[in-house]
């Protein structure tokens, strides 16, 4: 099975609606974080938790709220959809304590499409 | 706020040959990682290599090095005897070392499309 697992794969809806994206791992990483990624641009960090009740804006947070459930699950909710947050999702975990490395794990991303 | 940029949106390499893409990055930080990540048309993000700034010596992974210029602020990557499974888009990393240990989210380039002729 899957490390980090994210829920749907892929996701089609319209302007206005609430829509939540789902990240679950087995690593048993403290920090997890979401990333989107949009032709031509890389990746950008949207939100970030360092634990539980330890959660942080990224570079483009805007438009976006996430919840941090347990250790292992981190979401991401777009409260009122609109086209330009067509992109794709990348949900990663990583544990420094455990290599030290800052290597960031990731999951097989979420292509949503907003109409 | 750190900067990666990847000057090259696309290269193309025969097959057994070597390719070296290139990354620059801008920090004002002295302790810092840097990464090579793959991502195949299944869109999966696979790690490379990575690269601790405080260890002068370059990361190798098989076929896979870096040439780490720290006060130049370069990271490039090598591949030697690309093979077809090498195709993909490429995405140089930066992360600042967190104050509490590890970093707090990775900076990206825009990736470079790496293309192998048989």
């Known amino acids: 099975d899957a490390d980090v697992t994210q829920t749907p794969r892929n996701r089609i809806t319209k302007t206005g609606k609430r829509i939540m994206l789902e990240c679950s791992q087995t690593?048993?990483?403290?920090?997890m974080y979401w990333y989107r990624q949009d032709p031509g641009l890389g990746l950008r960090l949207i939100y970030y938790?360092?634990?539980?009740?330890?959660?942080n804006k990224g570079e483009i947070s805007d438009g976006y709220s996430v919840s941090r459930q347990a250790q292992a699950k981190f979401s991401l909710s777009l409260e009122s959809a609109i086209p330009n947050q067509t992109a794709l999702y990348f949900c990663?975990?990583?544990?420094?304590?455990?290599?030290?490395?800052?290597?960031?794990?990731f999951g097989p991303g979420t292509r949503l499409l907003v109409l | 706020a750190q900067t990666v940029t990847q000057s090259q949106p696309e290269m193309s390499v025969q097959e057994a040959e070597t390719v070296t893409l290139s990354c620059t990055y801008d920090?004002?930080?002295?302790?810092?990682?840097l990464f090579w990540y793959k991502q195949p048309p299944s869109r999966q993000m696979i790690l490379v290599i990575r690269?601790?700034?405080?260890?002068?010596q370059n990361a190798t992974e098989n076929r896979f090095s870096v040439n780490f210029q720290k006060a130049a602020k370069s990271f490039s990557l090598k591949i030697s005897d690309s093979q077809l499974g090498d195709a993909a888009m490429y995405f140089c990393?930066?992360?600042?070392?967190?104050?509490?240990?590890?970093?707090?989210?990775?900076?990206f380039g825009k990736g470079t499309h790496l293309i192998i002729q048989p």
């Open positions: 990663a975990t990583s544990d420094p304590g455990t290599s030290g490395q800052e290597t960031q794990y």
């Open positions: 690593k048993g990483h403290d920090r």
């Open positions: 938790s360092f634990d539980v009740k330890d959660i």
């Open positions: 920090t004002s930080e002295s302790d810092y990682y």
């Open positions: 690269q601790e700034a405080y260890k002068q």
């Open positions: 990393a930066y992360a600042a070392q967190y104050s509490g240990g590890g970093a707090d989210g990775l900076t």
